[in-house]
């Protein structure tokens, strides 16, 4: 006789959540956050600095150095850490870009692989800080959830060969043009 084995989650009388105001993503670079800050700022819509603090003795490296920086990109807000080199980002952590256009696509391709950054598969890529994006066009969602799994199975084939996502291929695969 097999056995089975059931997960559950405990309901909510078992185990009550926890209420938090926010989660705010925390990046920690080497000492790029102005160079960084200022380039994901000028890329993203609604993003804005909100605040810059500086080392105001010089502990942490020189006088004046940023220590850290809270920014909003696109309205969620980040904080981030000149911390010095002892970690690095890995795409174990990356940003889902959900786009309308491939305009958008193109666009925030271009920009966010600038500069020494580098093309993935798939929709990925690392920009020149090493942080790892996923430019995603809404459109690949939707084929992909379509009833009929062999539209979704070419859309997901078609994906696969891709680095930036190109919508009309990716309808063309749909569509079996």
């Avoid at 600095?49 to 920086?69: F, M, Y």
């Avoid at 950054?117 to 809404?138: A, H, T, Y």
């Amino acid at each position: 006789m097999a056995s089975t084995t059931t997960t559950t989650t405990p309901s909510k009388s078992a185990a009550k959540a926890i209420r938090v105001r926010k989660i705010t993503p925390f990046l920690w670079f080497d000492d790029q956050i102005e160079d960084a800050v200022e380039f994901y700022v000028s890329t993203f819509d609604n993003s804005r600095v909100l605040n810059i603090s500086r080392d105001p003795v010089g502990v942490g490296g020189a006088k004046g150095r940023v220590l850290t920086a809270s920014f909003v990109l696109a309205g969620q807000e980040f904080m981030a850490l000149n911390g010095g080199p002892q970690f690095k980002f890995t795409e174990a952590i990356s940003f889902f870009v959900d786009c309308e256009t491939q305009e958008q696509v193109d666009a925030l391709w271009a920009r966010l692989t600038s500069g020494g950054g580098e093309e993935s598969q798939c929709g990925w890529l690392k920009d020149k800080f090493g942080l790892s994006w996923q430019i995603v066009p809404r459109a690949l969602g939707e084929m992909l959830r379509d009833k009929d799994p062999e539209k979704a199975k070419r859309v997901m084939e078609a994906m696969l060969q891709m680095k930036k996502i190109d919508i009309a291929g990716l309808k063309r695969a749909y569509d079996q043009r």
